[in-house]
T-cell receptor, first 113, second 108 residues
Framework: DGGITQSPKYLFRKEGQNVTLSCEQN?????MYWYRQDPGQGLRLIYY???????QKGDIAEGYSVSREKKESFPLTVTSAQKNPTAFYLC????????????FGSGTRLTVV | GQNIDQPTEMTATEGAIVQINCTYQ??????LFWYQQHAGEAPTFLSY????GLEEKGRFSSFLSRSKGYSYLLLKELQMKDSASYLC?????????FGSGTQLTVLP
């Protein structure tokens, strides 16, 4: 079955450490996205990528970095520069055509202590 | 930029009908989506509107008026499992921008 996989589901890190969240899809989707969600709030776009080896900053890119070396993979690194990294992180993918919605992964809950 | 507004919370009774409204201001409108999200889980797709009018899918219907920048999600015959957050998202032109979500609580 095709889908989008995020790992791990829960992640704990010490303040000041970089951490990388994994996102893999086998849907042959061109575009991939990273969102952050804080309690009781909507999704805010961190980074997105429309094609391999290209990505764009979203609304809250500061303190984050990404790469898109393969179509299937779009890892997100939360760096020590991110002031409030504790959040629920969602990865999504979509076809490039306009009337397709997003398929979401199950999310990674990151807690920085 | 984009601006999407929806009520923060709503409460309804099991078996009833509830309407969740969403208003938006955007340029390059390319469709409106509704997602359901249970606590701690990923959003799941409910409906998509790109033309004016009503789209019905079982107990769920979604309406769009592009001239008014307005949409609603209608849930009929509410069940306890419908308690969740409902996210309105506008595609303009290619990326989705999400509203803050409406937390619906269904009471017995």
């Amino acid at each position: 079955d095709g889908g989008i996989t995020q790992s791990p589901k829960y992640l704990f890190r010490k303040e000041g450490q970089n951490v990388t969240l994994s996102c893999e899809q086998n849907l042959n989707h061109d575009a991939m996205y990273w969102y952050r969600q804080d309690p009781g709030q909507g999704l805010r776009l961190i980074y997105y990528s429309q094609i391999v080896n290209d990505f764009q900053k979203g609304d809250i890119a500061e303190g984050y970095s990404v790469s898109r070396e393969k179509k299937e993979s779009f890892p997100l690194t939360v760096t020590s520069a991110q002031k409030n990294p504790t959040a629920f992180y969602l990865c999504a993918s979509s076809m490039a055509v306009a009337n397709y919605g997003y398929t979401f992964g199950s999310g990674t809950r990151l807690t920085v202590v | 930029g984009q601006n999407i507004d929806q009520p923060t919370e709503m409460t309804a009774t099991e078996g009833a009908i509830v309407q969740i409204n969403c208003t938006y201001q955007t340029s390059g409108f390319n469709g409106l989506f509704w997602y359901q999200q249970h606590a701690g889980e990923a959003p799941t797709f409910l409906s998509y509107n790109v033309l004016d009018g009503l789209e019905e899918k079982g107990r769920f219907s979604s309406f769009l008026s592009r001239s008014k920048g307005y949409s609603y999600l209608l849930l009929k015959e509410l069940q306890m499992k419908d308690s969740a957050s409902y996210l309105c998202a506008v595609r303009a032109p290619r990326q989705l921008t999400f509203g803050s979500g409406t937390q619906l609580t269904v009471l017995p």
